[in-house]
């Protein structure tokens, strides 16, 4: 087998990604997959440098701006993105030496034909590593949006909607936590006691695994470090499936009962679904819908390995009434499609494909999608509504129409989130932030019906 070089791998992977036709976290997961034979140290480079150059690219095209003749706009693809991945190394990777990364970046020209520009690649990266401590970035008093842009790579229109949204001092909290290299959350079944869960961690924590419980639920714990959730003590078991503790906290709040009917509308991958089957203790039923087969078998998936018995699976589109369903739900979860802003730092992508218009039109898919969705409530039922996005239009605003079109109320959660939500939680909905509340930005909302629609 020819020997696989890991910055070739990363170039590949970001000239795929120049072209838009796949997230990067689906792209970048489906490669270290292809290349699963190589050394764990060799696929954490080819990943670490991937999601970095994508996530720092307004910085690093800032800073090639600065040592280039030539914009970074008008630079070939090829050579674009080898820069690119190039200086993030130089600028974000103190373990490997400069020089290695400019040779390395030559040699990588020459072999893709380049050769030409093999001068220019080194002239610029050389020039980068000798005047990276003088870098004159946008300063913060006197341009702050510039500043937050430019040295938390967010397009500025962005940092203009989570300031305005949520102030300056938790936007750049915010904006922090976007780049911080993230834990995985992992919801631990409550059906395990507090002996089997110390045993599972520990087991973690000797294979190497960093392991932090978080503050808001006994359940939840965040795991770095890993080679892989698969290949951790308990997966095949069922005892643990992955999802974010703002996932979890919408089922805490739903109050799901024993004998309950629990409809969820928009499912994939199944975290509330099974969440919420725990919660029914083998009793009720759930009945997991989502709109493609792919999707469904992954609920499927996931619902075998955990061993839920009460769960359903179904492939049905969120807009299009199934007629078995009307009336039926206790509770109806609906976590509707949106523009994904509160995920930035696990999919770094999103910030640069979003746009004003994709925002609105996302907003009108959501109203399709509870049009149809409400009449799954029984009356007096409870709907969580839930986005992974922080946008009032789509969180806020939208809970106010909801409420206004369809003859529903907001519920209070404060007996049923931990103690640092109750305050908001009491109005019946709460926007959890990145770098505030140790989540993905997220949304929920607790709504009862209040009559028949």
Request: proline letters at 3%; one cysteine or more.
């Amino acid at each position: 087998m020819a020997e696989v070089n890991g910055r070739e791998v990363v170039l590949d992977i970001l000239l795929e990604l120049s072209k838009e036709s796949e997230y990067s976290n689906i792209l970048i997961a489906a490669v270290l997959e292809k290349h699963d034979y190589l050394d764990g140290r060799e696929k954490a480079f080819i990943k670490r440098v991937s999601e970095g150059t994508i996530e720092r690219r307004i910085q690093i095209d800032y800073v090639l701006d600065r040592f280039s003749k030539l914009s970074v706009k008008k630079m070939k693809p090829f050579i674009r993105e080898l820069l690119r991945m190039s200086v993030y190394q130089i600028l974000f990777m103190e373990n490997i030496p400069d020089a290695a990364v400019c040779n390395e970046a030559v040699k990588l020209a020459k072999k893709r034909g380049f050769r030409s520009l093999q001068g220019y690649v080194n002239g610029v990266l050389r020039a980068v590593a000798r005047g990276k401590e003088q870098i004159p970035y946008p300063d913060k008093q006197t341009d702050y949006l510039e500043y937050l842009s430019v040295c938390y790579s967010m397009p500025r229109w962005l940092t203009e909607h989570f300031c305005a949204a949520y102030g300056e001092e938790r936007c750049e909290a915010v904006l922090a936590a976007f780049l911080q290299r993230g834990a995985v959350s992992i919801r631990i079944q409550e059906t395990l006691d507090e002996k089997e869960r110390e045993a599972l961690t520990e087991a973690w924590q000797q294979s190497g695994v960093q392991v932090h419980r978080h503050p808001y639920l006994p359940y939840a714990v965040t795991v770095q470090k890993t080679d892989g959730i698969r290949s951790l003590a308990g997966y095949r078991e069922g005892s643990f499936a992955v999802q974010d503790v703002s996932s979890m906290l919408v089922v805490e709040a739903a109050g799901i009962r024993q004998g309950d009917t629990v409809i969820d509308v928009c499912a994939a991958p199944g975290g509330k679904a099974l969440h919420a089957a725990v919660k029914l203790m083998g009793t009720g039923q759930v009945i997991a819908c989502d709109v493609t087969e792919y999707k469904a078998a992954k609920i499927e998936e996931n619902r075998d390995r955990m061993g839920m018995t009460n769960v359903s699976v179904r492939v049905r589109d969120a807009r299009i009434t199934d007629e078995s369903l009307i009336g039926q739900a206790d509770v109806l979860i609906a976590d509707v499609p949106c523009s994904g802003l509160g995920v930035i730092g696990k999919k770094q992508d999103i910030k640069y494909r979003v746009t004003r218009q994709s925002m609105e039109e996302v907003v009108a898919l959501q109203r399709e999608i509870i049009d149809n969705a409400v009449r799954y409530l029984k009356p007096d039922g409870v709907m969580m509504y839930s986005t992974c996005t922080m946008n009032p239009a789509e969180n806020e605003e939208m809970t106010d129409w909801i409420c206004r079109t369809y003859d529903m109320e907001p519920v209070g959660m404060a007996q049923e989130l931990p103690e640092e939500l109750r305050e908001e939680a009491d109005r019946g909905y709460v926007q959890l932030l990145p770098g505030v509340h140790g989540t993905d930005g997220f949304f929920l909302a607790k709504l009862r019906r209040k009559s028949q629609v």
